[in-house]
């Protein structure tokens, strides 16, 4: 297993971070269990959850993951040194969390007493913001006209986030949390947090995680060069689209018991024609090169540059394995150059 700095932290992690969102709905605790055993058995010492999963979110499943994850580090409290955990708290918008209501400091002094009493640990290695309170071009609002970004009141933004930034630094002070993060955020969101941290004496944040995947390459070349020159890591979601690089939901299939066929709070969104037909085209290359489709479009994130480690998840053990095997594959430069011709014919298909 190789390893990467987490942005400007003093943080090691594995180029491949466990996620977890399918635990409490999909898997159960006996499966978690087994998938963090397993992932810590091959160097991975890097696990991202957030008070919102199991996914999809409901307020049933709500803390769920949390609390099977510490679970689990109360039956192995002799490992959580060896681990850097990532939780996230939830944007506005939830109803069942904190009424639906934005993050704000007094949320997050709250949310992470929460986050650390179902996790069972005293302190969270990487805290997270889930999203950010404006309303981001994420989750398939990143086509022009879908988002009204002079609509957002610039002063009122800067100052809830000033807000934030000096709660997050409470927790750093009080040793609740080591480092701080974002998630589907902007380079706007990057770079004031870091003016803020910069001109408050406030912790900057260390990484950012956001959705990026064959499929989906928004954050290339902008917002990737940014978290480079910037020294914050960037952390991959979602990079086999919602399974769908897997090539399991092609030309409409759906598998009992798989991710689509629950209901999904934003809809099928990835699931378009020209989604499908890249799929197609990428797992055609995949069985041309002898490995699996999700081998190959994990592989394929994994050599980009500025990519500090990828998150994946898995519902079993098979796929589990597979998907940790993609990271010891070596794309030559002939099958960067194919999958290439494929991405520039479907730059955006979703």
Same mark, same amino acid.
């Given at each position: 297993?190789?390893?990467?700095?987490?942005?400007?932290?003093?943080?090691?992690?594995?180029?491949?971070?466990?996620?977890?969102?399918?635990?409490?709905?999909?898997?159960?605790?006996?499966?978690?269990?087994?998938?963090?055993?397993?992932?810590?058995?091959?160097?991975?010492?890097?696990?991202?959850?957030?008070?919102?999963?199991?996914?999809?979110?409901?307020?049933?499943?709500?803390?769920?993951?949390?609390?099977?994850?510490?679970?689990?580090?109360?039956?192995?409290?002799?490992?959580?040194?060896?681990?850097?955990?990532?939780?996230?708290?939830?944007?506005?918008?939830?109803?069942?969390?904190?009424?639906?209501?934005?993050?704000?400091?007094?949320?997050?002094?709250?949310?992470?007493?929460?986050?650390?009493?179902?996790? &069972?640990?005293?302190?969270? =290695?990487?805290? /997270?913001?889930?999203?950010?309170?404006?309303?981001?071009?994420?989750? *398939? #609002? +990143?086509?022009?006209?879908?988002?009204?970004?002079?609509?957002?009141?610039?002063?009122?933004?800067?100052?809830?986030?000033?807000?934030?930034?000096?709660?997050?630094?409470?927790?750093?002070?009080?040793?609740?949390?080591?480092?701080?993060?974002?998630?589907?955020?902007?380079?706007?969101?990057?770079?004031?947090?870091?003016?803020?941290?910069?001109?408050?004496?406030?912790?900057?944040?260390?990484?950012?995680?956001?959705?990026?995947?064959?499929?989906?390459?928004?954050?290339?070349?902008?917002?990737?060069?940014?978290?480079?020159?910037?020294?914050?890591?960037?952390?991959?979601?979602?990079?086999?689209?919602?399974?769908?690089?897997?090539?399991?939901?092609?030309?409409?299939?759906?598998?009992?018991?798989?991710?689509?066929?629950?209901?999904?709070? &934003?809809?099928?969104?990835? =699931?378009?024609? /020209?989604?499908?037909?890249?799929?197609?085209?990428?797992?055609?290359? *995949? #069985? +041309?090169?002898?490995?699996?489709?999700?081998?190959?479009?994990?592989?394929?994130?994994?050599?980009?540059?500025?990519?500090?480690?990828?998150?994946?998840?898995?519902?079993?053990?098979?796929?589990?394995?597979?998907?940790?095997?993609?990271?010891?594959?070596?794309?030559?430069?002939?099958?960067?150059?194919?999958?290439?011709?494929?991405?520039?014919?479907?730059?955006?298909?979703?």
């Amino acid at each position: 297993m190789q390893f990467s700095r987490l942005g400007s932290s003093e943080l090691e992690v594995s180029r491949v971070c466990l996620g977890s969102m399918t635990w409490g709905l999909q898997n159960n605790q006996h499966d978690a269990d087994e998938q963090i055993n397993y992932a810590l058995s091959q160097g991975i010492n890097f696990i991202d959850t957030a008070e919102l999963y199991a996914v999809p979110p409901s307020a049933q499943t709500y803390g769920k993951t949390e609390a099977i994850i510490g679970n689990w580090l109360a039956r192995h409290r002799e490992k959580r040194e060896q681990l850097v955990l990532a939780t996230k708290i939830s944007g506005r918008g939830v109803s069942w969390i904190r009424d639906g209501a934005p993050i704000c400091g007094q949320s997050i002094i709250q949310a992470v007493d929460d986050s650390l009493s179902r996790l &069972n640990t005293d302190y969270i =290695d990487l805290y /997270q913001l889930h999203w950010p309170n404006r309303t981001s071009p994420h989750f *398939a #609002k +990143h086509w022009p006209g879908m988002v009204t970004f002079s609509d957002v009141d610039k002063a009122e933004e800067v100052e809830s986030m000033l807000d934030i930034l000096q709660a997050l630094q409470t927790c750093i002070v009080q040793g609740k949390i080591r480092h701080w993060g974002l998630s589907d955020d902007t380079t706007w969101g990057i770079n004031t947090y870091l003016r803020l941290s910069t001109e408050h004496n406030l912790a900057k944040p260390v990484a950012i995680q956001n959705e990026f995947n064959l499929l989906h390459t928004k954050d290339w070349p902008y917002l990737v060069e940014n978290c480079v020159h910037e020294d914050i890591a960037y952390l991959p979601w979602s990079p086999l689209a919602a399974g769908s690089l897997t090539g399991k939901y092609v030309d409409g299939a759906r598998p009992e018991g798989s991710r689509w066929t629950y209901m999904q709070r &934003n809809g099928l969104f990835r =699931d378009t024609p /020209q989604a499908n037909q890249a799929v197609k085209e990428y797992t055609s290359l *995949a #069985k +041309h090169y002898g490995v699996t489709p999700a081998q190959l479009a994990l592989a394929w994130v994994n050599q980009v540059d500025g990519v500090t480690s990828t998150i994946i998840g898995a519902t079993t053990m098979c796929q589990l394995k597979e998907n940790i095997h993609a990271f010891d594959l070596h794309l030559t430069e002939a099958q960067l150059n194919d999958i290439g011709a494929v991405l520039q014919r479907f730059p955006s298909p979703y």
